[in-house]
């Protein structure tokens, strides 16, 4: 049997994932994943015993995937599996990177490489560390704060300065119509679940997400048109000819998507602060490059904003051990392959010392932002964005959670606690200044 099928994996015997797609629209699983993805692969790998299992989402055939190995192969395998998210998403986000295949893919993705590599993303240090001061002053330490609102307001103030050039301290209401308009484009991604029983373009919230986009791609057009708007701008002209990709390429930058997923990240990493923050960071808010590097890996590795991917099966084929068939869909769980014991020990433990020690060298066994040939292409930046404004955040303050509290959590659109209390947050230099005065 096994040489009926491609094996990426090579080496293992092929098994059918355990589990049923069943036959009719009764038997969909969609409304269930959507309500809380994470829970439905973590009780459907307990169920079946196994870290892949067959079922029906999105009226597919469709194997879930919580084995790290098998995302592995999933992802690397770009022929066999193609993407499996542009009827969702596609309309909402225009034709873009995320929804090519084959020799278009690999053109677009080689023109924008430049405007993504690491070189490039240090150069953005100087507009980050601009943004996150100003924001870091502005923010209201009197009083408890919403650290995910506040966080999100940080994250999109990145995105539009570094993407658009727009920023606060000097066009504050451009930022904040910008930022309005991306909201509601990004809350037209809410109304998909909709689809799977009733078409959802007959959805109110995803008509006004239409309008929101073109009224961010009437700004994109604009921004393109106009000289000298921000340097990722020009460098975008240079590298793209066509006009049509150019302006949908800078319709995801200017999207909410982006900020949300780094908000959730800078989110996840103040709830995991408990396992990191005292032993890493001294009294006036130091911590090593390596340390918060190694506290950064451990953040995206259980706390990852997207839930997951979706690919479609194009021929029969083996996805680690797992056989899959033409027609059917895979979707991969992110933070269930990030808990993969097989990979991970403890691998329910927030520990960043693994990093050092027995994940020392599995980088690779990550995908916060995917991985292989469709790896996303703003993850150098993006991580290099995250630590320099998690580094300032610390620096400048201090917090502590509530000894009791627990963390409940939401997944979609992205990661994030639904019960993360207000907090006080400490300015450390007022905290030395009154040292000082009382020494
Ligand atoms: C914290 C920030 C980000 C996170 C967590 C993230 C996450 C991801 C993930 C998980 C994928 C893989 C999706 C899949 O397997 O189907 C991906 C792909 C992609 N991302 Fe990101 N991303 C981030 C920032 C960005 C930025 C700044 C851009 C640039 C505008 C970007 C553009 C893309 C593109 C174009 C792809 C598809 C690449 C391809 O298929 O060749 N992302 N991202």
Redesign the pocket.
């Known amino acids: 049997m096994q040489g009926l099928y491609a094996n990426p994996g090579g080496g293992l015997r092929p098994v059918h994932p355990p589990g049923s797609a069943g036959r009719t629209l009764l038997s969909d699983r969609s409304v269930e994943l959507w309500r809380d993805p994470v829970r439905f692969v973590s009780a459907g790998v307990e169920q079946h015993g196994a870290r892949a299992f067959l079922t029906r989402l999105l009226l597919r055939p469709t194997v879930v995937l919580a084995d790290n190995r098998a995302v592995r192969h999933l ?1 690397r395998d770009r022929e066999t599996f193609q ?1 499996g ?1 542009r009827d969702m998403f596609m309309p909402l986000l225009g034709e ?3 929804f ?1 295949e084959g020799g278009r ?1 690999d053109s677009i ?1 080689a023109s924008l490489h430049s405007l ?1 590599s690491s070189e490039t993303a240090t150069n953005y240090q100087a507009i980050t560390e601009r943004v996150t001061r100003h924001w870091l002053e502005q923010l209201d330490s009197d009083r408890p704060v919403d650290l995910y609102a506040a966080f999100k307001q940080l994250s999109m103030e990145l995105n539009l300065a570094v993407f658009l050039g727009l920023e606060r301290r000097e066009r504050g209401a451009d930022v904040a119509a910008v930022t309005d308009i991306a909201t509601t484009h990004w809350h037209g991604l809410y109304a998909l679940p909709v689809s799977v029983s009733v078409p959802f373009t007959t959805s109110s919230s995803y008509k006004q997400a239409m309008d929101a986009k073109e009224q961010l791609l009437t700004l994109a057009d604009q921004m393109l048109r106009d000289d000298a708007q921000s340097a990722f701008i020009e460098s975008l002209k240079l590298a793209v000819e066509d006009p049509e990709t150019r302006r949908n ?1 800078l319709l ?2 200017a999207s909410a998507m ?1 900020p949300k ?2 908000a959730s ?1 800078l989110t996840s990493a103040i709830v995991a602060s408990p396992q990191w923050k005292e032993r890493y960071v001294s009294d006036d808010g130091d911590i090593s490059d390596d340390d918060l590097t190694c506290v950064l890996l451990e953040v995206q590795r259980l706390y ?3 839930f997951g ?2 690919r479609l099966v194009t021929r029969d084929a083996q996805v680690g051990e797992y056989l899959v068939s033409r027609g059917q869909a895979v979707v991969y769980g ?1 933070a269930a392959a990030h808990r993969d014991p097989a990979v991970f020990p403890n691998a329910d433990t927030f520990d960043p010392e693994r990093w050092r020690t027995s994940n020392k060298n599995d980088q690779d066994k990550l ?5 292989g ?7 150098k ?2 991580q290099h964005i ?1 630590k320099v404004a998690c580094r300032m955040f610390i620096s400048e303050f201090d917090w502590h959670l509530p000894a009791t509290w627990r963390p409940t959590w939401k997944h979609l659109p992205v990661s994030r606690p639904t019960n993360l209390p207000s907090l006080v947050l400490s300015r450390r230099s007022e905290a030395e200044q009154w040292q000082d005065a009382t020494s």
């Open positions: 992802l993407c998210l873009n990177l995320v090519m893919a993705r993504f390429h995801l930058c982006v997923a780094l990240l990852p904003p997207f991917g979706r992110t995908f916060c932002f995917g991985g040939p469709r790896a996303c292409i703003g993850q930046m993006y995250l």
